[in-house]
């Protein structure tokens, strides 16, 4: 049984598990990036050609269509969400995913602060991440706010909350939190996978 643990970031439930069968999917995943970073080499890529936040090479947003990798990876996901609502009683009757794709962080890559809305659901694996020190840090949605100078209560953390991921941690948060990725100051390349999940009812529903 998989044992997944509850954070409370500004307000948000956030849940972390370590993922099963990782090095399965760790060796997997390396394979999918192995060959899209050598593009030249083996004439083919999915690389979107638009710019996002994340300052980084990725593959497509809809990689679950494209690799059974990232499909059967994005199947897993979904049993573990399914139990989790099953779990916590949220209103969530059908899941679908809308985008799941891979990151690679070279050196001197990083995310900038983003959600991932519209979506209910955003999910961030953690493949290979250790050697280049990642973190992954959710910000306050008004730290856009003004504040007063000399105020001891505005420091940094009341504003960000940053954590340390490992190979294998699994997050999942509301996709409208605000969140970014350190910048990888080392030579080792830092993979993490990323899908976003929406909920789909078969109902309207009424006020509860």
């Keep these: 049984m998989i044992n997944i643990q509850t ?35 083996h004439n083919f890529t999915t690389e979107p050609d638009d710019e996002c936040n994340v300052k980084a ?3 497509a947003w809809d990689s679950h269509l494209r690799y059974p990798t990232i499909r059967d990876l994005s199947t897993e996901l979904i049993k573990i969400v399914l139990n989790l609502i099953d779990q916590q009683n949220f209103d969530a009757p059908n899941i679908e995913v809308t985008e ?26 953690f493949v290979d991440v250790e050697k280049s020190n990642a973190q992954f840090c959710f910000h306050k949605k008004t730290s856009w706010s003004l504040i007063k ?16 991921v490992g190979n294998g941690d699994v997050l999942m948060f509301p996709s409208s939190s605000i969140h970014s990725v350190s910048a990888n100051l080392t030579d080792n390349l830092r993979i993490t996978h990323a899908c976003n999940l929406k ?7 009424q006020s509860y």
């Design 7 to 41: 954070l409370e970031i500004f307000g948000d439930e956030v849940f972390t598990f370590k993922m099963p069968n990782h090095d399965k999917w760790e060796k997997q995943l390396k394979e999918i990036v192995k060959v899209e970073d050598n593009k030249n080499l």
């Design 57 to 59: 090479k990725r593959t």
């Design 100 to 125: 799941s794709w891979i990151n690679w962080y070279k050196k001197n890559n990083f995310a900038t602060p983003h959600s991932h809305g519209p979506n209910h659901l955003s999910i961030v694996y």
């Design 149 to 164: 100078k000399k105020d001891n209560n505005n420091s940094f953390t009341n504003f960000a909350k940053i954590i340390t």
């Design 199 to 205: 909920v789909q009812y078969e109902k309207e529903r």
